[in-house]
């Protein structure tokens, strides 16, 4: 029988502002791009940005070194609160209709 992978979760959606807590780049703030489940990464704008050496193409005729994005692990960022203007855990709760929203463990306010 083969092994089933089990799936991951990661805290945080594409689109929501985290803070990097660890790594080279701790403390930059950012909104996340992408996410990859499987590995429990995300991309974050302007936070760990490497050099791509691109050779000439039909897209891109004059090639040389691009800068990027590359994921970090989900981890090393925390969810950042625009209210309390504060980084916060991730909470749930269920509103008076049946729908299920994220709240600031912090402030308590849906995010």
Do not use: Y
């Not at 090639?63 to 989900?74: F, L, N, Q």
């Not at 008076?96 to 995010?111: A, L, N, S």
């Amino acid at each position: 029988m083969a092994k089933q992978k089990a799936r991951s979760k990661v805290h945080v959606r594409k689109g929501d502002t985290v803070l990097v807590i660890t790594g080279k780049s701790a403390g930059k703030k950012g909104k996340i791009l992408s996410v990859i489940p499987d590995q429990s990464r995300v991309t974050i704008e302007g936070v760990n940005v490497v050099k791509r050496h691109a050779r000439p193409t039909r897209r891109l005729p004059q090639g040389g070194i691009m800068e990027k994005e590359a994921p970090i692990h989900s981890s090393n960022v925390m969810l950042f609160c625009n209210k309390c203007n504060n980084p916060t855990k991730v909470g749930k709760r269920l509103l008076d209709d049946g729908e299920k929203v994220r709240i600031c463990k912090k402030c308590g306010e849906v995010i």
